[in-house]
């Protein structure tokens, strides 16, 4: 269940959003333009000397209304509400009382236009505005510049805005390319290790099929030696095709660097370099070496973490142990946990993900109930083989 937001929250996501890609846009703009029209009308009620007559509240109302569709059609609801504004303010009425109406149409183009458009529609809008109060009497002249003021500062917000709003987005597009880098990285690594685990498991059934079918051939002894001879020959001619393939594949794939293949016996080493602590239980239990190898990668990243966020002071634990036929891996802390903000995604996170899906499983991360941060991994295990007979 999400968590309700906070009024902070909320403003901040409505300044990190693009308003023309907002969910519920014309729903917003309704109940906004339902508020304005609210206040508009207790501001203009409150000026007893200027209240509006009928005309007045009808060209107000209207003003306000407007905002409806500033976002569909930001320049043409701004100069619908100039044309209100303009025979209300002729009119006498109170003064203050479509300034909200008027500011907001002039954010919404400042904010979803660009500079020159902006530029533009401000300086005819202020030139109209101050010509029009001017025309009343020289004693508006201070009514005339804090007007001003308030239509710039309006203008100059929209634009901050927007500028913030395009560095946001550019920020967002960095760390996409940035982790599409690191899934890529990451699926090179094991492609790497796939080749490291299945070429020469290849390579050695191919020779031993090849050696009994000759076996099996010479021996005069054997019942339907051919028959065998030729499933055993075909089997060999699979597993050539198969290690081309896979070949053919890798170069694809991965980069030229080789490694050897990390395994569970690796742990204790890592851990100890991490002055963490281990608890190791998989005594007489069959991990597969891919399943090993990704067991080791994600506490390998898991402990990095750790040590990069977790901060002085904080106790790692790792625990890797068989149950249900998974091979449950388990790294925690006691620390602050990953520090991430709206711009960064947590990149060994998204590795640690792709390796465990390389073998089927799933990895689940986020802060623990007793403070600190904490991995789970579930691995699957596949039946363990019988044993070959002598």
Same mark, same amino acid.
């Given at each position: 269940?999400?968590?309700?937001?906070?009024?902070?929250?909320?403003?901040?996501?409505?300044?990190?959003?693009?308003?023309?890609?907002?969910?519920?846009?014309?729903?917003?703009?309704?109940?906004?333009?339902?508020?304005?029209?609210?206040?508009?009308?207790?501001?203009?009620?409150?000026?007893?000397?200027?209240?509006?007559?009928?005309?007045?509240?009808?060209?107000?109302?209207?003003?306000?209304?407007?905002?409806?569709?500033?976002?569909?059609?930001?320049?043409?609801?701004?100069?619908?509400?100039?044309?209100?504004?303009?025979?209300?303010?002729?009119?006498?009425?109170?003064?203050?009382?479509?300034?909200?109406?008027?500011?907001?149409?002039?954010?919404?183009?400042?904010?979803?236009?660009?500079?020159?458009?902006?530029?533009?529609?401000?300086?005819?809008?202020?030139?109209?505005?101050?010509?029009?109060?001017?025309?009343?009497?020289?004693?508006?002249?201070?009514?005339?510049?804090?007007?001003?003021?308030?239509?710039?500062?309006?203008?100059?917000?929209?634009?901050?805005?927007?500028?913030?709003?395009?560095?946001?987005?550019?920020?967002?597009?960095?760390?996409?390319?940035?982790?599409?880098?690191?899934?890529?990285?990451?699926?090179?690594?094991?492609?790497?290790?796939?080749?490291?685990?299945?070429?020469?498991?290849?390579?050695?059934?191919? !020779?031993?099929? /090849?050696?009994?079918?000759? *076996?099996?051939?010479?021996? +005069?002894?054997?019942?339907? =030696?051919?028959? @065998? #001879? &030729?499933?055993?020959?075909?089997?060999?001619?699979?597993?050539?095709?198969?290690?081309?393939?896979?070949?053919?594949?890798?170069?694809?794939?991965?980069?030229?660097?080789?490694?050897?293949?990390?395994?569970?016996?690796?742990?204790?080493?890592?851990?100890?370099?991490?002055?963490?602590?281990?608890?190791?239980?998989?005594?007489?239990?069959?991990?597969?070496?891919?399943?090993?190898?990704?067991?080791?990668?994600? !506490?390998?990243? /898991?402990?990095?973490?750790? *040590?990069?966020?977790?901060? +002085?002071?904080?106790?790692? =634990?790792?625990? @890797? #142990? &068989?149950?249900?036929?998974?091979?449950?891996?388990?790294?925690?802390?006691?620390?602050?946990?990953?520090?991430?903000?709206?711009?960064?995604?947590?990149?060994?996170?998204?590795?640690?993900?792709?390796?465990?899906?390389?073998?089927?499983?799933?990895?689940?991360?986020?802060?623990?109930?007793?403070?600190?941060?904490?991995?789970?991994?579930?691995?699957?295990?596949?039946?363990?083989?019988?044993?070959?007979?002598?």
């Amino acid at each position: 269940m999400t968590e309700p937001r906070s009024g902070a929250e909320r403003v901040l996501r409505a300044l990190h959003q693009d308003p023309l890609a907002a969910a519920h846009p014309t729903r917003n703009d309704a109940v906004l333009a339902a508020g304005v029209a609210a206040l508009s009308a207790a501001v203009a009620y409150a000026d007893t000397a200027l209240r509006p007559d009928a005309l007045g509240w009808t060209l107000l109302v209207c003003c306000a209304l407007l905002l409806a569709a500033r976002r569909r059609h930001p320049v043409g609801v701004l100069m619908a509400v100039v044309a209100c504004i303009a025979p209300y303010q002729l009119l006498g009425n109170a003064h203050a009382a479509p300034l909200p109406a008027g500011l907001i149409a002039l954010y919404t183009v400042a904010v979803t236009g660009t500079v020159r458009r902006t530029v533009t529609v401000g300086v005819c809008v202020v030139g109209f505005a101050v010509t029009a109060m001017s025309s009343n009497g020289v004693h508006r002249v201070l009514d005339v510049l804090r007007t001003s003021g308030w239509l710039v500062a309006a203008l100059v917000l929209g634009v901050a805005v927007r500028n913030y709003r395009r560095y946001l987005a550019e920020e967002r597009a960095r760390a996409g390319q940035d982790a599409d880098r690191k899934i890529a990285e990451e699926r090179l690594r094991i492609a790497r290790d796939l080749h490291d685990l299945l070429a020469h498991s290849i390579t050695l059934i191919g !020779v031993r099929t /090849s050696v009994a079918a000759h *076996v099996l051939a010479v021996d +005069p002894d054997r019942l339907d =030696r051919a028959a @065998v #001879a &030729e499933a055993l020959d075909s089997i060999a001619d699979t597993c050539r095709e198969a290690r081309a393939e896979l070949r053919t594949t890798l170069t694809v794939l991965r980069a030229d660097e080789r490694g050897p293949l990390p395994d569970l016996a690796g742990l204790p080493d890592l851990v100890r370099a991490a002055e963490a602590e281990l608890t190791l239980d998989t005594d007489g239990v069959h991990v597969p070496a891919a399943v090993g190898a990704a067991a080791y990668r994600i !506490v390998q990243e /898991s402990l990095t973490n750790a *040590v990069r966020h977790a901060g +002085p002071g904080t106790t790692v =634990r790792v625990r @890797v #142990a &068989e149950a249900d036929g998974t091979l449950r891996v388990t790294v925690s802390d006691d620390g602050r946990g990953p520090v991430a903000d709206s711009t960064t995604a947590g990149f060994g996170i998204v590795g640690m993900g792709e390796r465990a899906r390389s073998v089927g499983g799933t990895v689940r991360t986020g802060p623990r109930s007793g403070g600190g941060f904490e991995v789970a991994a579930n691995l699957p295990l596949p039946p363990r083989p019988p044993e070959a007979s002598a």
